[in-house]
């Protein structure tokens, strides 16, 4: 019988700055060598449960703790921080906040300099991790000129030199394109494989996750666990879609086609699930073909022709010779690895560096000229952190800033900024401090501090990132809203079901250059073009090929117009 590693004994954790609860009589055990999958809404509880494994509650964030948790064989509250570290590693969602060293070698060996290990020892398993996660050849490499993939393993390494018997992984794929977020569940696994460490994910992307095999998926809602099931025996259930979670999309398609997915087999594995008809079930389904929108004809906005640009402190292009032309009225994703040039590209447009060659134009009007600000007038740009673009404490002062910096008459700013308020559905908490706003609402706030300048054309960096199913969607239709309003709309995004199930057009940008400008069926349907941008194959090819169905690209797009319909409806 296997070990208790983590018990929760009726536990109820209450912040001191709160005025309810946020975890309610938590009653769990996890055992030795379990990898278990834990996911929720934002504002479940799921982050709280976390730190309340490795200590950092009650150790930096106070409370009011009733009942009891139990880490290996010692009390949380009689524990110290420090003890509980022995235990317990962490890696963190945000891996630039975690790093020590100057190099990856330093900031592997972090822990074992701690403890005074010999510098031979030291090296030794510096080496030895390093290789099991496939940075040897990086030791001596800032940690900060890495991908996002590879500073995960960064992290990961230096959780992993300590040997704690338990891991927790803290939204682990949030900041990382698909193929890197692949490689991450596959290292996982095989660190779970070989080292029988407990480990504990929590994770949006479920689907993503579940790429390899996990013992439980443990589901959070308003600080209660909802289920606590094997994830085969949770997605014969609807406890995910009624708690604002995204199910798989080949659990859907099923869904829609009438399967009774009680008596399908292997269902979290989407190389294995099987049950007597599904390919006649799903061919059947087919026939009712939905209808496939035909883009309208539109008017070219923003052309580039042959742009380059390269940093100075190396000879390598990060644009490499990019033409392309945004058309008025597109709702396109922009997508590719870490580091291929996609944020590169977005901050040429904007003017914030200036390419060594190539021309721009703006409704057949020369645009390279153009200032930051007289480019600002056309171009709308949101960045990835809110924080990062907020500097004013409450909503209207905030989306009223940059009316105010143009020099507009106090009457006009009241009325643009109240009516954008309302398209984004913020009028209510219009006299609201922002500090009082969640992730997703501050979000809704730096676009509308970009739409109040009525731009032509907003670009986007990671729309969605970190937001659970509810925010997302939220998000997403209010994009869907100001495009049929006529405002041209880029995303660069790692999200490939944002792409499958929101844009019409999709630029694929590698190693500087865009391979490819197709619809995102097309990309997600082609294997050559997956692998060498980095992205992943959509699941819903992955289960047509799996069934055998005659043409899964016709499988995939029909069911995007169907599900579409759907979302309309």
């Known amino acids: 019988m296997k070990k208790p590693l983590i018990t929760f004994d009726n536990f109820t ?31 479940s509880g799921k982050s709280t449960f976390a730190q309340c494994i490795n200590g950092l509650i009650p150790y930096s964030f106070e409370g009011e703790i009733t009942g009891n948790v139990m880490i290996r064989d010692k009390k949380l509250t009689e524990t110290s921080l420090f003890d509980l570290s022995f235990d317990v590693g962490t890696v963190l969602q945000d891996t630039d906040g975690q790093f020590i060293g100057l190099t990856v070698g330093e900031d592997i060996a972090f822990a074992l300099e701690n403890d005074e290990v010999p510098q031979k020892k030291m090296k030794e398993e510096v080496d030895h991790w390093a290789s099991i996660v496939g940075l040897k050849e990086f030791l001596k490499h800032r940690p900060q000129d890495l991908s996002g993939g590879q500073k995960q393993r960064v992290s990961m390494a230096g959780i992993l030199i300590d040997e704690a018997p338990i891991l927790l992984f803290d939204e682990p794929l949030a900041n990382l394109d698909p193929q890197a977020g692949k490689e991450t569940i596959a290292l996982i696994e095989e660190i779970h494989q070989k080292t029988n460490t407990t480990i504990l994910i929590i994770e949006h992307r479920l689907e993503d996750v579940l790429y390899c095999s996990v013992d439980r998926v443990i589901v959070f809602n308003e600080g209660n666990i909802v289920a606590d099931l094997p994830a085969d025996e949770l997605l014969k259930t609807n406890i995910l879609t009624e708690h604002g979670i995204r199910e798989p999309l080949y659990i859907t398609a099923m869904k829609y086609a009438g399967v009774n997915l009680q008596q399908v087999k292997d269902l979290s594995n989407i190389e294995k699930v099987h049950t007597s008809n599904l390919k006649e079930q799903m061919e059947k389904w087919m026939q009712k073909k939905a209808k496939i929108s035909v883009p309208p004809l539109t008017s070219p906005l923003l052309t580039l022709k042959n742009l380059t640009y390269q940093y100075t402190r190396n000879n390598h292009y990060v644009l490499n010779d990019i033409s392309v032309t945004f058309n008025r009225g597109d ?54 952190n809110p924080n990062q673009m907020i500097s004013k404490k409450m909503i209207y002062e905030e989306v009223a800033l940059g009316l105010e910096l143009r020099g507009v008459s106090e009457a006009e700013i009241k009325e643009r900024v109240e009516n954008v308020l309302k398209i984004c559905g913020l009028y209510s908490f219009r006299r609201w401090p922002i500090s009082a706003l969640s992730f997703g609402q501050k979000k809704r706030v730096t676009i509308a501090s970009i739409l109040v300048l009525e731009p032509e054309l907003i670009i986007l960096d990671e729309p969605t990132a970190g937001q659970d199913f509810k925010h997302y969607t939220e998000m997403m239709t209010f994009l869907e809203k100001l495009n049929e309003m006529g405002v041209t709309i880029a995303m660069i995004t790692h999200d490939m079901h944002l792409m499958l199930e929101y844009t019409n057009r999709a630029l694929v940008v590698y190693d500087g250059k865009i391979i490819a400008d197709t619809t995102p069926v097309k990309v997600l349907t082609d294997p050559q073009l997956v692998e060498k941008a980095s992205l992943k194959e959509t699941s819903l090819f992955t289960f047509a090929q799996h069934l055998g169905l005659d043409d899964p690209f016709l499988f995939t797009e029909n069911f995007m117009a169907y599900d579409q319909e759907v979302r309309l409806k």
């Open 331 to 384: 709702m396109l994703s922009i997508v590719g690895k870490n580091g291929a040039g996609k944020s590169t590209l977005c901050k040429a447009i904007c003017g914030f560096i200036t390419p060594q060659s190539g021309e721009m134009s703006w409704t057949g009007q020369n645009f390279t000229d153009y200032s930051i600000k007289e480019r600002a007038d056309k171009i709308g740009f949101v960045m990835q």
């Open 13 to 43: 954790f209450q912040y001191h700055s709160q005025a309810e609860p946020t975890l309610h009589n938590i009653n769990l055990t996890i055992y030795e060598g379990e990898k278990v999958l834990i996911v929720g809404p934002s504002g």
